[in-house]
């Protein structure tokens, strides 16, 4: 019995000297590995003490989730003092509200010419196999023509019953008062969350101009005011909808029509974009690239703002596969200058009104350069900031863009390569405001979630020097001494994982137990030394 016991303490006292040693070696410096910070410059996720600093865990600087949105108090007082004046039955408000939302969310692109052709091309093949399509050659009489223009006709119809009819939404006031009650509060949330998280990592970008391209009720107006109201000088917002102009400027206002502006300087237009050249220091495309007829129309837009931006371009879109798709289909074209339009060939997106409108000799306005010049973040090229010519399309090999969330890289997204079917979006929650139809729960929360997808994209090519932490695409999922996070990774490939405080140190696996869905998650790959390196090979060769 005594002979037992005095291995079990032998045993232990090793097991306790062997965790010592490990710890010691885990938290001692030692130099880096040339292969792996030379080949990938970025890429190495950095010594995870050394970016802490004294900074705690829960408050590392990878840490971006807004936990709760409120909507302002000035602004829900306005909402309120909008439908009391216009006296529009509460329960019917809600149910368009309702109705309204639900049809946003799933909404999907407009089919494309192509995609006709090739379904009708599918459907006449089945019905030629069938019998009941014929060559025209073999049509010798009247009533066999007539007979085979009947049963092109319901070709047609089952065409048409098979591929997504895309409408335009009639925005009225009516529609206008349910947005407002239904969609607009996420849309504020989704918006607040993606500038709060350029206002964050950017804390040297203080906009002096932004643009809002489908401005709608003005809940971008709302957010960047929330965030850079004592910098921003000039709000130019941009929709085809009079009736939302208006509500966007009555909520403005206050309630009151003859109320005082939340800003003097907000202006609105109702039709094309004026002289390309005038461009802003932030420009916000928010859940507007779904109101377009077509992809090549998407484009043109794209393209228009991009050209009309000075620092940043901001496209949000619902966090569904089609709108993760229309997400994509911007970021790409801005990067390489082409997009892959669904249903057709890869192509330039070129608008000849531009290429006449604008030439390459023309510069800017003195006061639009100085502002831009002004608010221009430390980091950003000098070159960024002057007109590109139009009829030059941007090419991979000399980017005059890059990525700055929430991909780490500027290949193409891994969601798409994939085929999962899963969209890359992000989740955030706010406190619905009183005059919102709250779905019951069961769990007393009254918070609700907006999902969307987003890309921030800034103008000038990607420093040597920028982080490129991964970015956590999916919840984190917590277990006893562990935690598992979904990662895109600054390589452009999505990685699962494993986190303990054994293997990669307490500090790492802290921060990721602390991270949330949308943060960047600091200190990852953890940087390797040469006795990792030794050990590793060692392993290899037995």
Not at 106 to 122: C, G, N
Not at 265 to 274: S, V
């Amino acid at each position: 019995m005594a002979a037992s016991i005095t291995k079990k303490h032998a045993l232990l006292r090793f097991c306790w000297h062997f965790r010592v040693a490990f710890d010691q070696h885990r938290f001692k410096t030692s130099a880096v590995v040339q292969s792996s910070s030379q080949q990938a410059p970025g890429l190495a996720g950095g010594d995870i003490v050394d970016i802490l600093g004294n900074t705690k865990p829960k408050k590392h600087p990878g840490k971006l989730h807004v936990k709760s949105v409120r909507l302002p108090e000035r602004l829900v007082e306005a909402v309120e003092t909008t439908l009391q004046r216009t006296g529009a039955p509460a329960n019917q408000l809600k149910q368009n509200a309702t109705y309204l939302n639900n049809y946003l969310w799933s909404r999907k692109r407009p089919v494309e010419d192509a995609d006709v052709r090739r379904k009708a091309q599918e459907i006449a093949e089945e019905y030629t196999q069938q019998g009941l399509l014929q060559d025209e050659e073999n049509l010798m009489d009247e009533k066999a023509r007539i007979q085979q223009k009947k049963v092109e006709r319901k070709v047609m119809k089952k065409v048409q019953q098979q591929l997504y009819h895309w409408q335009p939404v009639t925005w009225n006031q009516a529609t206008g008062l349910a947005y407002l009650v239904g969609k607009a509060p996420g849309v504020y949330a989704a918006t607040y969350r993606v500038l709060a998280e350029l206002s964050k990592r950017e804390p040297k970008f203080r906009p002096m101009t932004l643009m809002d391209y489908g401005s709608g009720a003005g809940m971008t107006v709302w957010a960047a005011h929330t965030l850079w109201g004592h910098w921003l000088r000039e709000y130019s917002c941009f929709d085809t909808s009079s009736s939302m102009n208006d509500l966007a400027e009555l909520l403005l206002r206050g309630g009151e029509e003859n109320g005082k502006l939340l800003h003097p300087n907000i202006f609105f237009r109702q039709y094309e974009l004026p002289n390309p050249n005038i461009r802003h220091d932030l420009v916000v495309c928010a859940y507007s690239l779904s109101e377009q007829p077509s992809a090549v129309q998407r484009m043109r837009v794209v393209r228009r703002l991009w050209r009309k931006t000075s620092q940043f371009l901001v496209i949000v879109e619902n966090g569904t596969n089609e709108g993760h798709k229309m997400v994509m289909e911007a970021r790409d074209l801005v990067l390489s200058g082409k997009a892959s339009v669904r249903g057709t060939l890869t192509e330039d997106v070129l608008d000849p009104e531009e290429d006449e409108s604008a030439g390459p000799n023309q510069s800017q306005s003195s006061d639009q350069s100085q502002s831009s010049d002004q608010s221009q973040s430390s980091d950003q090229p000098q070159s960024s900031d002057q007109p590109q010519s139009s009829d030059q399309p941007l090419s991979s090999d000399q980017p005059s863009a890059h990525v700055f969330s929430p991909c780490p890289h500027d290949t193409s997204c891994p969601r798409l390569a994939d085929n999962s079917g899963t969209p890359c979006n992000f989740q955030q929650s706010y406190q619905p405001p009183n005059f919102m139809p709250v779905p019951p729960k069961s769990d007393g929360n009254s918070s609700l979630f907006e999902t969307f997808s987003y890309v921030v994209l800034r103008k000038g090519r990607r420093s040597e020097e920028s982080i490129r932490w991964p970015r956590i695409v999916r919840p984190v999922l917590r277990r006893p001494r562990h935690v598992h996070c979904r990662m895109c990774l600054g390589s452009g490939q999505l990685q699962d994982a494993v986190l303990t405080g054994r293997k990669h140190g307490k500090p790492l696996y802290r921060c990721a137990r602390m991270s949330e869905w949308g943060d960047m998650l600091p200190g990852w790959p953890p940087i390797e030394t040469e006795e990792d390196v030794a050990s590793a090979s060692d392993s290899d060769s037995e």
